[in-house]
């Protein structure tokens, strides 16, 4: 299977999701996540008509974002943030995915050039029933919120979530509603939910999901 024809499959299954769920046409954002590939596979996705594209790894990621610098891309940074990553995440990133610490945030926005817009920034949560050990507690939420409202150079869009591998149609979009309600209940006006991937992202869709990551079903498995 080529890239061309995975990206055409997927922007044919969200069209469908959004229909199907009364979505927006339009409402839900592809992000093409590039871990793991090299350039070649981006440019083929580029020629596809990607521009968006998630990385999860700093040193990686900066080698590719050189490579294409001429191309009109939009990066993404959704891997876990390391304290000593942050200049260089707020340096060559468009949006990141996966803040969950104020001190990181203060960080980003620190190191965020005068000359760029805004950093774009969705706070990972880790709803009650993960396994999973990243993301901020709910209940440490409002915390952050407002850490991150008082920083001129990051916008807050959103939440993100990364939820345990789960098969089951039910209960992917059980979890994925209850981020959509816990956004519905922050008195400011969020734009992004950042969930779905390639095993879940129909279900997110359906729950409210603007932007789904999607990596394997575009690139093929992972080595
Ligand atoms: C790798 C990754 C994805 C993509 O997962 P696939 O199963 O390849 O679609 C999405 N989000 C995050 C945070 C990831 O690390």
Same mark, same amino acid.
């Given at each position: ?12 299954? /969200? ?12 409402? @839900? ?11 070649? +596979? ?6 596809? #008509? ?7 790894? @700093? ?21 876990? /943030? ?16 996966? @803040?969950?610490? +104020?001190?990181?945030?203060?960080? %980003? ?6 000359? *760029? ?36 150079? %990051? ?6 979530? /990364? ?33 779905? *991937?390639? #095993?879940?992202? /129909? ?11 999607? #990596?394997?079903?575009?690139? #093929?498995?992972?080595?």
């Amino acid at each position: 299977m080529s890239i061309l024809h995975n990206l055409q499959h997927i922007r044919l299954q /969200i069209l469908q999701a959004e229909e199907r769920y009364q979505r927006p046409t339009g409402s @839900v954002e592809l992000l093409a996540v590039s871990k793991g590939k090299n350039a070649e +596979a981006i440019i083929q996705a580029v020629q596809s #008509g990607q521009h968006h594209f998630g990385e999860n790894y @700093v040193q990686e990621a900066l080698e590719k974002i050189d490579h294409l610098k001429k191309l009109p891309l939009v990066w993404h940074f959704i891997g876990h /943030i390391q304290h000593n990553k942050c200049k260089s995440i707020a340096q060559h990133f468009s949006w990141v995915h996966s @803040v969950c610490r +104020a001190d990181v945030a203060q960080k %980003l926005h620190e190191s965020r050039p005068d000359s *760029m817009p805004p950093l774009n920034i969705c706070i990972q949560v880790n709803l009650a029933d993960e396994t999973s050990k990243s993301g901020l507690s709910v209940e440490n939420l409002p915390g952050l919120i407002e850490t991150i409202s008082k920083l001129p150079k %990051l916008k807050l869009r959103g939440l993100m979530l /990364i939820p345990p591998p789960c098969t089951d149609p039910v209960k992917q979009y059980e979890t994925f509603s209850a981020l959509r309600e816990c956004k519905e209940k922050i008195p400011l006006d969020l734009d992004t939910l950042s969930m779905g *991937m390639s #095993g879940d992202f /129909i279900q997110a869709i359906r729950a409210g999901s603007t932007i789904v990551r999607i #990596g394997q079903a575009i690139f #093929g498995p992972r080595g």
